[in-house]
C-alpha cells in the first residue's frame, strides 16, 4: 500500500513564506514525476510545480519566481518552498506522485489528501 502525506499547510500571512512536505511511504520501486496541485473553493483542480526523478522542474504561470519545488530521492520526498504569498494562493494543496510498484511494469499515480493553505491579507 502506497500512501503519500502532506504537512506544512495553516493559516499564513501575505508575503510569508511557508514550507510543504510531502512524503510518499509504502511499497514502492521507483518515484517518477512528483508534485503540487491546488484547488481553490469553487475552482478546478490545477498544477502548482512538478518535478521528475531527474530534477527537471515545471511551473504555472501563476507562482513562477515565488515558488520553487525541489525533491530528495532518497527519501521519496517532494517540497514546496512558497515564498511572498498572496491571498490569491489559498487553496488545498495537493501531492502528485507518479510510480511503480515492485513487480508491476506500469506506473500507478497517487495523491495525498491535501493540505489547506490559508493566506490572510
Known amino acids: 500500500q502506497v500512501q503519500l502525506v502532506e504537512s506544512g499547510g495553516g493559516l499564513v500571512q501575505a508575503g510569508g513564506s511557508p514550507r510543504l512536505s510531502c512524503v510518499a511511504s509504502?511499497?514502492?520501486?521507483?518515484?517518477?514525476?512528483m508534485g503540487w496541485y491546488r484547488q481553490a473553493p469553487g475552482k478546478e483542480r490545477e498544477l502548482v510545480a512538478t518535478v521528475t526523478s531527474g530534477g527537471e522542474t515545471n511551473y504555472a504561470d501563476s507562482v513562477k519566481g515565488r515558488f520553487t519545488i525541489s525533491r530528495d530521492n532518497a527519501k521519496n520526498t517532494v517540497y514546496l518552498q512558497m515564498n511572498s504569498l498572496k491571498p490569491e494562493d489559498t487553496a488545498v494543496y495537493y501531492c502528485?506522485?507518479?510510480?511503480?510498484?515492485?513487480?508491476?511494469?506500469?506506473?500507478?499515480?497517487?495523491w495525498g489528501q491535501g493540505t489547506r493553505v490559508t493566506v490572510s491579507s
Open positions: 509504502g511499497s514502492i520501486s521507483s518515484i517518477n514525476a
Open positions: 502528485k506522485a507518479v510510480l511503480k510498484v515492485p513487480g508491476i511494469a506500469a506506473t500507478y499515480i497517487y
